[in-house]
């Protein structure tokens, strides 16, 4: 069995810790190294998950891993990219590509010349749930998608999410980009003009990026989106967040709670009620698909112009925000 070897840059973004682990649970790869530009913390992860730390970034790059998976703060994925393409490694970048459309397509700009695999992490494409849902829309079975109403909702990860100069935004530009992504895969358009009010009144003052966004969006065909993007969730709730879309359309509508495979733990010793997943892991997902693409030299199933396309319908909410004006994409 080929054995397909990826290092991980960074475990500043918390998905990381999950993408370690899948790479661990997969027989046909091997979590071959990581680098962190945080040494305390690389060292640590690299115990945890029993993987070598190498803390020279040029000789991470240098070493016999085929691809990277980076998980670092936003504004510093553009650079890792073409750290990564330089050496001739597969990529798969945590979501967004970028915070800034010219820095996603310079990423998969310099990701082509190099002729490398450039992917985005967007694991929710990777839930059963919504890859049915898909497959319901594609064959009709609710006829013509006239409107779509979607929340992403979750708590505030505090740190570098709320340091504009990392994260680029807040949580609109944390939350819409895996909400923007499902509706292109899922319907198969591109969305048009988007309309978009910010607010920043669950945390207050100690938050300086926004906590909330509502969007109104269109998409080709007309298609009328209203999303809700927040960090409202508090610290005592059974999980993180949620993903959840309703479609309405000429012949029905459907509804998908991305993460409903859930059971309810009333746990008396902590006094605490939690909810445990019991369904399949997207992570999993995603990270099998990334290893067969090194593994087949192959582009990822969700490429970095997907990235790109869900930069853009965050880039074009904020500038909306800020002119209280629709914005054409």
Known sequence: MTDVRIGIMSFAHMHAFSYADSLNQLPNATLA?????????????????????????????????AGVIICAENCKHRELVEHAAAAG??????????????????????????????????????IPSLMAAREQIRAGHIGEVLAASCTNHGQNPGGWFVDESLSGGG???????HVADLLRWMLGREFTKIYCELG??????????????SLNMEMEGGIQIS?????????????WGDVTIEFIGTEGVLNVDAFNQKLDVFDDTNLRHSWAGWG??????????????VEHKEMPSVTGEDGLRATEVTVAAYKSAATQKMVAI
């Open 33 to 65: 190294a990581i680098w962190d530009d945080n040494p305390e913390r690389g060292e640590e992860m690299a115990s945890q998950f029993k993987a070598p730390f190498i803390a020279s970034l040029d000789e991470f790059l240098a070493s016999d891993i």
């Open 89 to 126: 490694k597969w990529i798969l970048c945590e979501k967004p590509l970028a915070p800034e459309v010219r820095d996603a397509q310079v990423m998969i700009d310099v990701c082509k010349k190099a002729q490398i695999g450039l992917g985005t992490a967007f694991p929710c494409r990777f």
């Open 171 to 177: 949580a609109t530009m944390d939350h819409t980009v």
């Open 200 to 213: 920043n009144q669950l945390h207050g003052s100690e938050l300086k990026t926004d906590d909330l966004g």
């Open 227 to 239: 999303h809700l993007a927040s960090w409202s969730r508090p610290k005592s709730f059974p999980t």
């Open 280 to 293: 399949d892991n997207p992570d999993l997902g995603l990270v099998a698909d990334f290893v067969r693409a």
